[in-house]
């Protein structure tokens, strides 16, 4: 039984060490996460979720990352069958609901990289929110052709 008990608990561990999700009062922020790039790009994506377990709405109004020179806000549409995208100055993170950042929509921006990213490497990032105030994640770098991060982010 002490056994069993004690392979139960260290395989809780195991999971809980593998969580990659941050939080800033009643906002929760998973799963940060990249793609690896080619060497010489000059961009990239960040994508994680985002939640909300306040009464009022926040909104992600930026970042900034020793990786890149520079950190925007940017969604991504379908228009005419053209896919566009667009500066945002903040994506809203609605009272007691969720936002979704991942490829093909709202995303963050990394431009300027200073080093390609690298598969199974990570780097530091701050989100900067109106009501919760500056966050500092760790973006995991997933494979280039990644659509979510990979299971135990």
């Excluded at 100055?89 to 929509?105: D, S, T």
Aim: net charge neutral; glycine share 12%.
């Amino acid at each position: 039984m002490t056994r069993t008990l004690a392979g139960f608990c260290l395989a809780v561990l195991a999971v809980l060490g593998h969580a990659h999700e941050y939080e800033a009062g009643k906002l929760l922020i998973g799963h940060p996460w990249a793609r690896a790039t080619a060497s010489g790009a000059p961009v990239a994506g960040v994508f994680l979720t985002l939640e909300n377990g306040t009464g009022d709405t926040d909104r992600l109004t930026g970042g900034d990352s020793a990786v890149a020179q520079r950190v925007e806000l940017h969604s991504m549409t379908m228009d005419n069958g053209m896919m566009k995208m667009r500066h945002l100055e903040a994506i809203e993170v609605p009272a007691r609901g969720a936002q979704k950042l991942a490829p093909g929509g709202l995303h963050i921006m990394l431009f300027g990289l200073k080093a390609p990213l690298k598969e199974g490497e990570s780097f530091p990032l701050t989100l900067n929110f109106e009501r919760a105030g500056k966050v500092k994640v760790n973006v995991k770098v997933e494979p280039m052709g990644a659509t979510a991060p990979a299971h135990g982010n």
